[in-house]
C-alpha cells in the first residue's frame, strides 16, 4: 500500500527566504506526482504536476522534483511571499488511475 | 468554464437523516473522484468514477453511495447520517492521468 508523507507538518519562516517542503512515497511504481496548495476553507488548486518520466518541472517561482528511486519530490518555492501561506499537499498516482494516494501537507506561513 | 463546481457549500444533517452533495464538471473528463477531509488525516478516497455508469468503491465508501449516469455528474449520497460523517468533502476530475481539478468542498456537520 503506497504511504505518502510530508515532513515538517507546519513551517514558519520569514518573507523573501527560499524554501523547501518535502514528499516521500514508498512505492516508487508511481504514474506522476502532483503538488496543491490549499487555503483555508477552500479546495485544492493544482500547482505542479511530474510525469514518472520526468526529473523536474517548473513554474513561476515554484520548482518540484521527483526522484522516483529514492521514492522523494520536493517543492521548492523561491522568494517566498506572504501569499504563499497555504498548506500543500502532494499526492501520488500510483497504478491505475484512481490510486492517488495524499500526504497529510505541510502549512506554510510566510511572516512579512 | 466553471470546472468542478459542488453544491451545497454547507450544510448541517440531524443525526439519521439523508442528503446528496452534488458534483458536476465541465471538462469532459472521464474520471471523477469523492473525497473526505478530516482535520490532519489527509484525504481519503470515497467512491471514484471511470466513466459513466462505472463507479466503485475506495478506502472509505461504508455510508456513501454515488451514481454517474452522466459524463458530467457524479452525485454523493448519504443516507443515515452518522456523527463520523462529519468532515468537508471534495468533488475532483481528471482525465486518465492529467491533473486532478478540485471543487470548493461541502462542509457537512452531523449533530
Wanted: glycine letters at 10%; aromatic letters at 10%; a positive charge.
Amino acid at each position: 500500500k503506497q504511504e505518502v508523507t510530508q515532513i515538517p507538518a507546519a513551517l514558519s519562516v520569514p518573507e523573501g527566504e527560499n524554501l523547501v517542503l518535502n514528499c516521500s512515497f514508498t512505492d516508487s511504481a508511481i504514474y506522476n506526482l502532483q503538488w496543491f496548495r490549499q487555503d483555508p476553507g477552500k479546495g485544492l488548486t493544482s500547482l505542479l504536476l511530474i510525469q514518472s518520466s520526468q526529473r523536474e518541472q517548473t513554474s513561476g517561482r515554484l520548482n518540484a522534483s521527483l526522484d522516483k528511486s529514492s521514492g522523494r519530490s520536493t517543492l521548492y518555492i523561491a522568494a517566498s511571499q506572504p501569499g504563499d501561506s497555504a498548506t500543500y499537499l502532494c499526492a501520488v498516482l500510483g497504478g491505475g488511475y484512481q490510486k492517488v494516494t495524499f500526504g497529510t501537507g505541510t502549512k506554510l506561513q510566510v511572516i512579512p | 468554464n466553471a470546472g468542478v463546481t459542488q453544491t451545497p457549500k454547507f450544510r448541517i444533517l440531524k443525526i439519521g437523516q439523508s442528503m446528496t452533495l452534488q458534483c458536476t464538471q465541465d471538462m469532459n473528463h472521464n474520471y471523477m473522484y469523492w473525497y473526505r477531509q478530516d482535520p490532519g488525516m489527509g484525504l481519503k478516497l470515497i467512491y471514484y468514477s471511470v466513466g459513466a455508469g462505472i463507479t466503485d468503491k475506495g478506502e472509505v465508501p461504508n455510508g456513501y453511495n454515488v451514481s454517474r449516469s452522466t459524463t458530467e455528474d457524479f452525485p454523493l449520497r448519504l443516507e443515515l447520517a452518522a456523527p463520523s460523517q462529519t468532515s468537508v468533502y471534495f468533488c475532483a476530475s481528471s482525465y486518465s492521468g492529467s491533473p486532478l481539478h478540485f471543487g470548493n468542498g461541502t462542509r457537512l456537520t452531523v449533530t
